[in-house]
């Protein structure tokens, strides 16, 4: 007997109805980026390693899926690693490329390679797969959608604003009630030297990012095993606990990061970001969030996480700034802003919500069904008018019986059969039946496309 397929963990098929929903999403998405003049892009699903690792720290690397070298990849392996399992040093040896872990390294290396076609600043977005190999959960996957819209080379804050604004076009589009939640690294690192901790503040960053996880014990514990002493946690608990208005949060922050130039100058990031945020009336609520750290180093300035406020969900948009991405390939001096939506998490939010509007999921109008060869050719005309109306529409391949063509479209769940007999073709006309009411009634071709315009 064979052995019943399986798909690998993290990863999900969707059927039609799903990807109805997901197009739904993604087009949503789609609009609101061009509204604001972006520009679509693609790049390969997978990328040499040499672009991916050293990227997204040492956790990140251990995420990264990566592809064994063609044919026998053991041929270039030395047996000193092989004796030794050494699995780095044979990564290297059996392995150059791998599935992205991201959109926006890639994005870096596609603007480093083509800089001198682009216009700056360059407004790109990107709707694709991207892979990690974390622990599948509720939420999190192995195999996900992200939707990335990002600005490279322009330093204006404008730029965050803008992105918050096409967070709040989005989420009001889709219904979805959210929360953004704002921070800047520039903080974070200011925070870091009054601990005097400053060459830490990559470990420091890594587990207060993992607040809401583990909880600030566990965050403590985390930071005293990465070399940390008691006097300096013992500072960063009240900044942690920091409660208040934005403007409160950052008159106090300010008092703690007095003798840090780089933190206040965050600190005077993220007011100009929240000021202009007022002034042009997002409705979206913006949350000044002092723990929220984002693991990724490569950011240097804001950064941004959107929650869902109506279900519990990790976070379902984020990103920031990044300074110094392209400098790793070569090119400094192109600053960069830019944000992800998680399509499956907003897919999981919407289906928990169910906020899909019935008209975008609706396949099929009508099908046409005949009792022999003379209907069927007749109904294959009528088909050709029907679609070059627009509508769409179907007809059951073969005049079989009927209780079985009715099946086809009840189970396509199918507003409308046409029915085409012997006395229609004669009349020129189809029987329109509804499938929901069970109404009938003999209406032309032109009555037919009208009724089903509306």
Not at 18 to 38: H, P, W
Not at 59 to 85: M, V, Y
Not at 128 to 153: I, N, S, T
Not at 232 to 249: D, H, V
Request: with cysteine.
């Amino acid at each position: 007997m064979a052995t019943k397929p399986s798909i690998p963990k993290g990863t999900r098929d969707f059927a039609p109805m799903e990807m109805a929903r997901r197009n739904y999403i993604f087009d949503t998405i789609k609009s609101v980026f061009r509204l604001y003049g972006f520009q679509q892009i693609e790049t390969p699903a997978m990328e040499n390693l040499s672009t991916l690792m050293g990227k997204y720290g040492d956790e990140g690397d251990k995420l990264l899926f990566k592809i064994l070298n063609s044919g026998d990849f053991l041929t270039h392996a030395s047996q000193e690693s092989l004796d030794n399992r050494d699995s780095i040093k044979l990564l290297h040896e059996v392995a150059e490329k791998g599935l992205r872990y991201d959109l926006t390294v890639p994005f870096a290396r596609f603007v480093v390679m083509n800089k001198e076609s682009l216009t700056f600043p360059f407004k790109r977005f990107q709707i694709q797969p991207v892979w990690r190999a974390d622990k599948p959960q509720k939420g999190r996957y192995r195999e996900f959608y992200q939707c990335d819209v990002d600005v490279v080379g322009s330093d204006s804050l404008l730029n965050e604003v803008e992105l918050l604004q096409i967070v709040d076009d989005v989420y009001h589009k889709l219904g979805v009630n959210v929360v953004v939640k704002l921070n800047n690294r520039k903080i974070l690192t200011g925070i870091a030297e009054v601990m005097g901790e400053a060459d830490k503040i990559i470990d420091i960053t890594v587990a207060i990012d993992k607040l809401d996880k583990i909880g600030i014990e566990n965050v403590n514990a985390e930071l005293a095993e990465k070399g940390i002493s008691q006097e300096a946690i013992g500072k960063l608990q009240p900044i942690i606990a920091m409660k208040g208005t934005n403007q409160e949060k950052l008159e106090t922050i300010s008092k703690v990061l007095a003798t840090s130039e780089i933190g206040l100058k965050g600190v005077e990031e993220t007011s100009t970001i929240l000021n202009y945020a007022e002034e042009l009336g997002i409705n979206t609520e913006v949350e000044l969030d002092l723990t929220l750290a984002r693991g990724l180093n490569y950011y240097t300035g804001a950064i941004f996480e959107v929650k869902a406020k109506d279900v519990e969900i990790g976070s379902i948009t984020g990103g920031g700034r990044y300074d110094n991405l392209t400098g790793v390939f070569g090119v400094s001096g192109l600053s960069g802003v830019g944000i992800s939506f998680g399509a499956d998490r907003i897919y999981d939010v919407l289906n928990q919500l169910n906020l899909y509007p019935a008209e975008m999921l609706q396949g099929t109008q009508v099908v046409f069904t005949t009792f022999g060869d003379k209907e069927f050719k007749f109904a294959l005309q009528c088909l050709k008018k029907v679609r070059q109306a627009g509508i769409s529409a179907e007809i059951y391949p073969e005049p079989t019986k009927m209780k079985k063509q009715m099946s086809y479209a009840n189970g396509k769940a199918v507003p409308f059969v046409a029915i085409v007999g012997e006395t229609e073709v004669e009349a020129g006309k189809v029987m329109l039946k509804n499938m929901t009411s069970g109404e009938q009634k003999l209406v032309s071709i032109d009555e037919l496309t009208t009724t089903l315009k509306k």
